[in-house]
Each structure stands twice: as C-alpha cells, then as structure tokens.
C-alpha cells in the first residue's frame, strides 16, 4: 500500500509560482512511478506531470511543458512539483499519484492508477 498526502495548494497571482508536495508512506512508493493530475471544475481530469520510480524518465502535458517540474526524492518518500508561470487556467485540484506501472499514469487517463491523494486546491487568479 502507498499512502500520498498532498500540500502546497493555495491562491496565486497569474505569472506567479507555486510547489506543491506530496508525502508518501508505504514500502511501495520507492518501486513505484509517482505523478500529477488535475482536474478543473467541469472538466476531466488531466495528467500534468509523471516520473519514474527512479526519476530518470518525466513527461510533461504539452499545456505544461517549460513552466513546470516533477521531482521525487525517495529517501524522505516526497514527490514534488515546481509551478511557474502560473496561469488561470492551471487552476485545478492537483491530486498526486503512484503505480507500479508508468504507463497507468502516463497512458491511461488515470483509469487504472492504484494510489491517489486527497487532492489539493490551486486557485490562479487573473
């Protein structure tokens, strides 16, 4: 089992930056593949960002691309993403993610993704 706790969410100005954490617990997280997702009110849920176990590998959605950053640290089990540039249309409920199979968070709308956390709320204002 993989326990994600999210952090970091809160109101921003457009152009402005934001980190959001997620605190993993749980044997797992440190084999598993580790992401981001939001979903806007109205709108499906998008992946933002995947990593792999090792963190070598990271995709990015296109609408992100150049402005954000994901980042794990497997020692203290944290999985990180660095938001710059901040628009209003990234305002979303950011949920963090992990799998034991990179592709169930980069290939499959989330559909299949075993773990999530409770989701945590940006709010960019114009």
């Known amino acids: 089992q993989v326990q994600l706790v999210e952090s970091g969410g809160g109101l921003v100005q457009a152009g402005g930056s934001a980190r959001l954490s997620c605190s993993a617990s749980g044997t797992l997280f440190k084999y598993n593949a580790a992401g981001w997702f939001r979903q806007a009110t109205g709108t499906q849920r998008e992946l933002v960002a995947v990593?792999?176990?090792?963190?070598?590998?990271?995709e990015y959605a296109e609408s992100v691309k150049g402005r954000f950053t994901i980042s794990r640290d497997n020692d203290k089990m944290l999985v990180s993403l660095q938001m710059n540039s901040l628009k209003p249309e990234d305002t979303a409920v950011y949920y963090c993610?992990?799998?034991?199979?990179?592709?169930?968070?980069?290939?499959?709308?989330?559909?299949?993704?075993?773990?999530w956390g409770q989701g945590t709320q940006v709010t960019v204002s114009s």
């Open positions: 990593i792999s176990n090792g963190g070598r590998v990271v």
């Open positions: 993610v992990s799998d034991r199979m990179y592709d169930a968070i980069a290939r499959e709308n989330g559909d299949n993704i075993h773990f």
